[in-house]
Nanobody, 123 residues
């Protein structure tokens, strides 16, 4: 069992940066790929970034590639999403998720899910 708790969301202006954190409970964090979904009002949930259990492999959707950076610290059971050059269209609730394989997250699946953190980017 893994519990995920997000933090770091907030209200920022376009062009600003934020860093989201996802803290995981349990001693098996390194066994899971983790990543970030987001959902904006009236839009479908989308998977935007993921990282494998070892941290060797990462994935970004086109809309965030080059602006967002995902990383993890297995010693701290924490995953991070550094978000730079934020745009109003990045406004959404951001959810941390975990699954056995990165490919499973990329396909939209998840085994564990956090409660979400709101990111609002004003123009």
């Amino acid at each position: 069992q893994v519990q995920l708790v997000e933090s770091g969301g907030g209200l920022v202006q376009a062009g600003d940066s934020l860093r989201l954190s996802c803290a995981a409970s349990g001693r098996t964090f390194r066994n899971y790929a983790v990543g970030w979904f987001r959902q904006a009002p009236g839009k479908e949930r989308e998977f935007i970034a993921g990282i494998s259990g070892s941290g060797e492999n990462t994935y970004y959707t086109d809309s965030v590639r080059g602006r967002f950076t995902i990383s993890r610290d297995n010693a701290k059971n924490t995953m991070y999403l550094q978000m730079n050059s934020l745009k109003p269209e990045d406004t959404a609730v951001y959810y941390c998720a975990a699954h056995f394989l990165l490919e499973q997250l990329i396909r939209g699946g998840y085994r564990y899910w956090g409660q979400g953190t709101q990111v609002t980017v004003s123009s």
